[in-house]
């Protein structure tokens, strides 16, 4: 029987919808045999890191599977669009990518329906679609060896400073001030009440 980083799929697919916030989305069941696919590719005890190529359920997917986790950064997402990840070694950048593959996956018309989009999701039978994904498993997966540029290896020196402009601390490793202040990249602008301060 098949399973998921060593828990059965029924285990799994409840660990994913209670992470998702009480939905099972078909891409975190897909996510789930990326995971198993790649951890069975790198050498046991390998210490890794992993590249998501979509901020889309695989980052989910590999924070309940794996030590990686947004917080401690042993999880990168780039996020291209592409529903693929990268294991790789922290130290040497020998890992395996893999992705869902396109050719593959039309032997199962419900999933390349909704991957790619050719079917409106109100139309979609969800039962119908996890179940296909079920069935497939690793079917739909393709994997490939690949090595890591150097940029991504071992541990990086992070530096802190305060931002001139907003007085507030940042990772000062890329300039003097801010990102948010320098580039204007927050979808907000600060109101003139102040919020309630914690104590």
Known sequence: MATICGLSIREYCEKAEQFHG??????????????ELARRNIPEGTLFEVICETASCI???VQILTPCTIGNQWM??????RYAMTFYDKYTGEGVRVNLDAEKMKDYPAIA??????KPKREQDTEALISAILEAGEDIL?????????????KRQKTVGICPVCKESF??????????????????VSAPAKAESGR
């Open 22 to 35: 009480g939905h099972l989305a078909p891409g975190m069941v897909i996510a789930g045999f990326m995971v």
């Open 59 to 61: 980052p989910d997917a």
């Open 76 to 81: 990168k997402i780039i996020d291209v669009g």
């Open 113 to 118: 329906e909704w991957h790619l989009k050719l």
């Open 142 to 154: 393709a994997a490939c060896r690949i090595q890591v540029t150097p940029e991504f290896l071992g």
């Open 171 to 188: 990772r000062s490793s890329e300039g003097t001030i801010c990102p948010a202040c320098k580039n204007s990249v927050l979808p907000y």
